[in-house]
């Protein structure tokens, strides 16, 4: 739930997937943000919401590990 929450970054569902649950021009950014790899042209629109995790990278778990103790210890 944790790592969802930081994918997410806090935006409702509804703002980050449309009713199919396909990512959004506003969830695409917010996956950017997180995941520098993806380009959120090539995924708006096209990506499901269940698909994203797929594309979670090693990298991107200790980006988040770094953004979690920077933040605790601040």
């Known amino acids: 739930a ?3 929450d930081y ?3 806090g ?3 509804e703002e980050f997937s449309d009713e199919n649950h396909v990512i959004n ?3 695409a950014e917010q996956l950017h943000k997180v995941m520098p790899q993806i ?3 090539e995924i ?3 990506l499901k ?3 994203v995790m797929s594309l979670f990278t090693v ?3 200790i980006d988040m590990v770094k953004t979690r103790t920077n933040g605790a210890s601040g």
């Open 2 to 4: 944790d790592l969802g």
């Open 7 to 9: 994918i997410q970054g």
């Open 11 to 13: 935006i409702p569902d």
């Open 25 to 27: 021009a506003k969830g």
């Open 39 to 41: 380009d959120p042209g």
């Open 44 to 46: 708006e629109g096209t």
């Open 49 to 51: 919401a269940e698909e």
């Open 59 to 61: 990298q991107n778990l």
